[in-house]
């Protein structure tokens, strides 16, 4: 009778041997601990894969369902939920499980970058995309030494290079608002945008300059603030704006959520949109449509972006070579009621 010889189990002991480490060194860095040198860690993580070694949580049978873990930093916008409904879609086409995490709404994780990073690979997920959230080099860090796909959709800050991302056409988009309101013939144009440092509407405010410096208009420094992508923000900049001796005559608001601020403010003041002053939104949601009135804004492409994130996971995930990093989707202007001439003077 042959007997069968199998190969000796792989333990922590065994990566420690090869490494020249402890066994409880090997140990912190499977399970994402912090106070191992940085050094060390990138020896044990390259025997670790190297080797082949799987934790208890990974020897379990694999999930029958793969899935991808999807963060937003909040979900309270018709854009958020636009974008989820693109991944929903592709993730359905592509028989995927989608988790959401809103980090707007859930204490600071107990978890850092290399424990959160670890549970992902443990528990078999395929991936992360990240939604108009901040994310830090840390966590991606750990990630890219996992070899867990990242996917950041309008990041809030600029990825580093070898980071998938998925956006729109932003600078593009700002021109065609502010363009637009020129081409009305208002000169006297505000730009409400997004947080200040975020990429996006940075990319927006640009390209509205280039269409007024186009123009032979002048930027006037207290037309342009920056704020929330929230309706809070629309408020309190219109506000602000018609405080000023020479308020403007139409305002860019860099999100369909900032604009509908606007024009509810613009009602408790009396304000006609747009009889009295014009209004462009940024986004395309739904919202924009139903307002009242009806609100010109660029339109994303928000759903196919969405899908476009998914399919970056997943053309990862399956070893596909990526000529590009960046998918970058044509916006395109609507426009409908909320914009017209300035009223004559």
Not at 213 to 234: D, K, L, T
């Amino acid at each position: 009778m042959v007997r069968e010889v199998r190969p000796p189990k792989l333990t922590l002991a065994a990566v420690a041997k090869e490494v020249g480490v402890s066994a409880p060194t090997v140990s912190k860095v499977v399970n994402g601990r912090q106070d191992v040198a940085e050094e060390t860690r990138n020896r044990v993580l390259a025997a670790l894969q190297r080797t082949g070694y799987r934790s208890p949580l990974q020897r379990k049978s694999p999930p029958a369902q793969q899935a991808v873990e999807v963060v937003f930093d909040s979900l309270n916008s018709a854009y958020s939920v636009e974008v989820l409904n693109g991944i929903m879609e592709q993730a359905a086409a592509s028989d995927m499980e989608v988790i959401l995490s809103v980090t707007s709404r859930q204490a600071a994780s107990p978890l850092g970058p290399e424990e959160r990073a670890q549970r992902m690979l443990d528990e078999g997920r395929s991936g992360m995309i990240v939604v108009t959230s901040a994310f830090g080099s840390g966590q991606l860090e750990a990630f890219h030494r996992r070899r867990i796909p990242v996917v950041v959709v309008d990041p809030l800050n600029p990825p580093p290079g070898d980071v998938f991302s998925v956006g729109a056409s932003n600078w593009a988009g700002g021109k065609a608002a502010a363009a637009h309101l020129l081409e009305l013939g208002h000169r006297r144009i505000a730009y409400i945008g997004g947080p200040a440092a975020a990429e996006c509407s940075q990319a927006r405010l640009h390209g509205y300059m280039a269409a007024l410096m186009a123009a032979g208009v002048h930027v006037v420094e207290e037309y342009i603030s920056a704020g929330p992508f929230r309706s809070s923000n629309g408020v309190a900049a219109m506000k602000a704006l018609l405080a000023l001796d020479d308020p403007p005559t139409a305002i860019f608001a860099a999100s369909d959520s900032i604009a509908l601020g606007v024009l509810a403010e613009a009602r408790r003041q009396s304000i006609r949109i747009p009889e009295d002053m014009s209004l462009v939104g940024f986004d395309g949601t739904p919202q924009a449509e139903e307002s009242l009135p009806p609100l010109t804004s660029v339109s994303q492409p928000l759903q196919d972006m969405g899908r476009s994130a998914l399919s970056f996971i997943l053309r990862q995930k399956n070893g596909e070579e990526i000529d590009s990093r960046r998918v970058e989707l044509a916006t395109h202007l609507v426009v409908r009621e909320s914009t017209a001439p300035p009223a004559a003077r």
